[in-house]
């Protein structure tokens, strides 16, 4: 049966240190140490790194190297309007992306949970999207999918008065935004299939002898039952599609103009196009300071959700 | 319509209610098979595609009969070779790396917990939270000043550091799975670390492992920003490959099909194998 397993419960009784000596502390501790330097070394020293430069004035096509300016890549990148367009894009595509893959999700995960022939071959087909590659997934999307002469979607349209749209310059946020969405529904559908098939069938049961119908046995029943299965979902589906890069700078590379330009495309451009190490570095440190804020109250959710049992 | 209503009469209800399950279950087959139909046919048209010649791939309408060719896929063979051999290396490299890294340490999380396992535990998700775009041009520094720029090492080290995390978090749900009393009863027997963790431990969480790599090699596999940034020529990997198979003019739909057939296969593959353990792996084991 999938439960959502306690993993911050203390382990075992009696494996539990009690009053170990020093000698004994260390060796418990030893087999951490590598995992835990080379995580810090290899995360957390380009982030000071990234804080060094961003008080500093470097172009990395220029010579000369770095020289320090103050605080004025940042005084840069919060007047740069396309900085603040590109942060509130990479926002919403995420919460519209990561809601509407969950809806679709939630929906797919019930029809899954029925019985039915060939199921296994259908959820089979359903997860592929999430197994291809962001980059063959985006091109594949651009080209044979939705390009305006000869796409696949254009001609399944067309009997709805469809007549070769362009959508990459036409739509282009709401075709990024719908690969997102295709990719990341399958595993929003794996995580409630998962929470489904750990609802106790009996009770379902007793519901429907008493008389409940569908509508209400979900909503009063399973979607409380899901609910940290959906907090879950949506909590790692953000971290992963609020730094999705793939989509823009295959499908539309940022455009037309700017519509498209999420902040990771904005940092990209920086250091690649504009050779802004200095500016990028400042962009790069409000980015880490708006994720802290955020992200501390995701790992309060984390806490929440993985303490679920005990909470029960 | 509910069972209280037809509570008297027994025998024809149970008859209806056959008929209305086995109904329903046409219905939900028709639908099922209609919704994951729908959800494959982008991958369905990029295989078909890769089978076109370059001519039938850009038609209007689509071609759906036309005679299939293995042309671009020979033309994808004869220019993949380095860019599958990085791809391969920085995989097989940083999962080796995360699997050496991330085995005693869930160990140290778990069956002998340090006094702060909570916090290292949480330590060690808040970096997945920490998006690495954000130090992309300081770690393009870095990586020029140390002389790694271009160099598959690099990848290897970053991959591993990006899917340390996760598989921390599910080798420790593994790890929690062995029986308290089986360690009990192995110290009783006189064992010592070495001999618990051979004969107790790892015939339990070795299954774990398997899809703890697999989901690891899902990951580097797939990884494009990293790669586009820091690696040119000598360590660039299949996405790189796929998006130099973009020409700037040109028919050049049915060979990207190709190119994308065969990078993705590998992986899709790998994760039709893994369905199961796919969730729990993303979810840093919390769902078991």
């Given at each position: 049966m999938a439960v959502l397993e306690d993993v911050t419960s203390p382990p075992a009784a009696g494996l539990?240190?009690?009053?170990?000596?020093?000698?004994?502390?260390?060796?418990?501790?030893?087999?951490?140490?590598?995992?835990?330097?080379?995580?810090i070394v290899v995360t957390q020293v380009p982030f000071l790194v990234t804080l060094w430069y961003s008080f500093q004035s470097y172009f990395w096509n220029e010579p000369g190297g770095a020289h320090w300016t103050g605080v004025s890549n940042y005084k840069e990148v919060f007047?740069?309007?396309?900085?603040?367009?590109?942060?509130?894009?990479?926002?919403?595509?995420?919460?519209?992306?990561?809601?509407?893959?969950?809806?679709?999700?939630?929906l797919l995960a019930l029809l899954l949970d029925k019985k039915f022939l060939g199921r296994g071959v259908v959820r089979t087909l359903i997860i592929t999207p999430f197994l291809i590659m962001p980059a063959a997934a985006?091109?594949?999307?651009?080209?044979?999918?939705?390009?305006?002469?000869?796409?696949?979607?254009?001609?399944?349209?067309?009997?709805?008065?469809?007549?070769?749209?362009?959508?990459?310059?036409?739509?282009?946020?709401?075709?990024?935004?719908?690969?997102m969405i295709w990719q990341w529904t399958?595993?929003?559908?794996?995580?409630?299939?998962?929470?489904?098939?750990?609802?106790?069938?009996?009770?379902?049961?007793?519901?429907?002898?008493?008389?409940?119908?569908?509508?209400?046995t979900f909503?009063?029943?399973?979607?409380?039952?899901?609910?940290?299965?959906?907090?879950?979902?949506?909590?790692?589906?953000?971290?992963?599609?609020?730094?999705?890069?793939?989509?823009?700078?295959?499908m539309t590379n940022g455009g037309p103009g700017t519509s498209t330009t999420t902040l990771p495309f904005y940092l990209y451009q920086k250091v690649n196009f504009a050779f802004d190490i200095g500016g990028a570095a400042a962009a790069g440190v409000i980015t880490v300071i708006l994720t802290i804020i955020v992200a501390s109250f995701a790992l309060r959710m984390f806490a929440r959700v993985f303490q679920f049992e005990e909470a029960r | 319509m509910t069972a209280v209503a037809q509570a008297p009469a027994p025998a024809p209800r149970r008859a209806s209610r056959r008929v209305r399950e086995m109904t329903g279950q046409a219905g939900w087959t028709v639908l099922g098979w209609a919704v994951g139909i729908a959800f494959f046919i982008p991958v369905l048209w990029m295989v078909i595609t890769a089978f076109k010649p370059e001519s039938a791939a850009e038609t209007w309408p689509p071609q759906f009969a036309f005679s299939p060719t293995l042309s671009e896929f020979r033309l994808v063979f004869s220019g993949m070779g380095p860019f599958i051999e990085h791809?391969?290396?920085?995989t097989v490299g940083s999962t080796i790396l995360v699997l050496v890294l991330a085995l005693p340490a869930a160990y140290a999380l778990s069956i002998h917990p340090v006094a702060g396992w909570r916090d290292s535990l949480f330590f060690f998700i808040s970096t997945k939270m920490l998006p690495v775009v954000a130090a992309i041009g300081p770690l393009y520094v870095i990586a020029l000043k140390a002389h790694l720029l271009d160099n598959i090492w690099l990848l290897i080290i970053l991959y591993a550091a990006m899917n340390l995390p996760l598989a921390i978090w599910m080798i420790r749900s593994f790890m929690l799975e062995v029986p308290g009393e089986m360690l009990e009863a192995a110290r009783l027997d006189g064992a010592g670390r070495i001999r618990e963790i051979v004969e107790v431990i790892m015939p339990v969480v070795s299954p774990g492992l398997v899809s703890t790599a697999l989901i690891c090699v899902i990951f580097a596999w797939n990884e494009l920003f990293l790669a586009l940034n820091l690696t040119v020529t000598n360590a660039s990997t299949m996405p790189m490959f796929l998006i130099s198979s973009v020409p700037q003019e040109g028919l050049y739909i049915a060979h990207l099909s190709a190119a994308a057939t065969v990078a993705s296969v590998p992986v899709i593959i790998v994760g039709w194998i893994a369905q199961r353990s796919l969730v729990r792996g993303l979810s840093m084991g919390a769902i078991k």
């Open positions: 539990r240190p009690r009053g170990a000596s020093r000698r004994e502390k260390w060796q418990r501790r030893l087999p951490l140490l590598p995992a835990l330097v080379y995580t007047t740069d309007p396309s900085f603040r367009s590109a942060l509130v894009r990479s926002v919403t595509m995420t919460a519209i992306a990561v809601v509407v893959a969950m809806i679709l999700g939630v985006s091109l594949i999307w651009s080209g044979p999918m939705l390009d305006p002469s000869f796409g696949l979607l254009n001609w399944l349209l067309e009997p709805f008065g469809v007549h070769h749209v362009a959508w990459l310059t036409t739509h282009a946020y709401g075709s990024v935004i719908v690969v399958p595993f929003m559908t794996l995580i409630i299939l998962a929470g489904l098939q750990g609802q106790a069938a009996d009770v379902l049961e007793a519901a429907k002898v008493d008389g409940a119908n569908a509508w209400a909503r009063e029943l399973t979607l409380p039952h899901l609910r940290p299965y959906i907090e879950l979902g949506i909590l790692l589906g953000s971290i992963y599609l609020v730094t999705a890069f793939d989509q823009v700078k295959l | 791809s391969a290396i920085a």
